[in-house]
């Protein structure tokens, strides 16, 4: 079962902002959530602002003679922008402002996919091999050197920007291209084939897994945030296989010194193997949003999820949780 509330007082909270939007690439999926997260705070009645983007955020906290807030519930998607590359929490703890799900260290890592794929090797997590790949450097010899099929990405981006699937040389000069179009280094990762799973975490608990089967061949932006015809199966696995995805939901979560809640994706090869592939640390919160179908299954409604994670706000990062 899920842990009890740590409060049942809105006041408690102080003056909330819900901070969303932003500048990233991610920014209309974060309008989107963070409407739907500042309706369900005041519908508990928690005294929840809408403020759009950071620079929007530091007037208000530091402007004279302004109402500052008691704390942020970070819905920003993305980097560059949004809130997810620790730059945001960084500021947070200097101007000593409370907010939800990670802290520096494991907001800045997640959002890196490398470098967390590195973390998870080190301390032996299964994920699949990949290539890191600076522009103009050979992606057909980093596709071979993998072997064919891979995906190519960019490594810091979410939300399925920017990623191909390649299982031809013909493939990989337009995947290239496309991912160039974003900052920094390029992922050439090894394509799983299997089946696509999602793990949530709210505080230290991983909430039951969801298989995602879309309608056409791949689950892209199109039919996370667009389609209504892609399956959400919750719990997506029983039994000993459930609870290894689960086991292995927080020991990834944790290695990147991730904290509050997130989300964990996988895929699972047709061998029933998990592989891990990136964390989210401040998962989206639409209707189409996984989080929200894996708390409805453990019976959290949506309005008491938010809560639970605006309660996160309450807690110290990278004690407890990081010395998993």
């Not at 290539?131 to 979410?158: F, N, T, W």
């Not at 709210?202 to 791949?218: D, K, M, N, Q, T």
Request: proline residues 5%.
């Amino acid at each position: 079962m899920t842990s009890r509330p740590l409060t049942t007082n809105p006041r408690d909270f102080g003056r909330v902002a819900v901070l969303l939007g932003g500048t990233s690439s991610e920014r209309e999926v974060s309008l989107d959530s963070g409407r739907n997260v500042l309706e369900a705070l005041q519908g508990r009645g928690v005294d929840a602002h809408a403020v759009d983007g950071i620079p929007a955020l530091v007037q208000a906290l530091t402007a004279s003679g302004g109402r500052r807030f008691d704390r942020v519930f970070n819905i920003l998607h993305g980097n560059r922008g949004g809130g997810e590359d620790g730059v945001l929490q960084g500021l947070l703890e200097a101007l000593g402002v409370p907010y939800t799900g990670s802290g520096v260290l494991g907001s800045a890592l997640s959002m890196d996919k490398i470098r967390t794929k590195q973390v998870w090797l080190s301390v032996g997590l299964p994920t699949p091999g990949y290539v890191s790949l600076q522009r103009g450097e050979d992606v057909i010899a980093a596709a071979h050197k993998l072997g064919l099929p891979v995906i190519v990405k960019p490594a810091c981006e979410g939300s399925s920007v920017g990623i191909t699937r390649c299982f031809r040389d013909a493939d990989l000069a337009a995947a290239v291209e496309l991912a160039a179009r974003y900052e920094g280094p390029l992922l050439v990762e090894q394509l799983v084939q299997g089946d696509e799973f999602t793990v949530a975490v709210l505080g230290s608990e991983a909430l039951p897994s969801i298989r995602i089967v879309p309608a056409g061949e791949y689950y892209d932006y199109h039919a996370k945030y667009v389609a209504e015809d892609t399956q959400y199966l919750c719990p997506g696995l029983a039994g000993a296989a459930e609870q290894e995805l689960q086991t292995l939901a927080l020991a990834a979560f944790f290695a990147a010194g991730c904290s509050g809640w997130g989300r964990v994706d996988f895929m699972r090869d047709r061998g029933g193997k998990p592989w891990l592939l990136e964390v989210n640390t401040a998962p989206g919160m639409t209707s189409h949003s996984l989080v929200p179908k894996a708390a409805r299954q453990r019976g959290i409604d949506f309005e008491e999820l938010c809560w639970r994670v605006l309660e996160t706000s309450f807690h110290a990062r990278g004690a407890t949780e990081g010395a998993r």
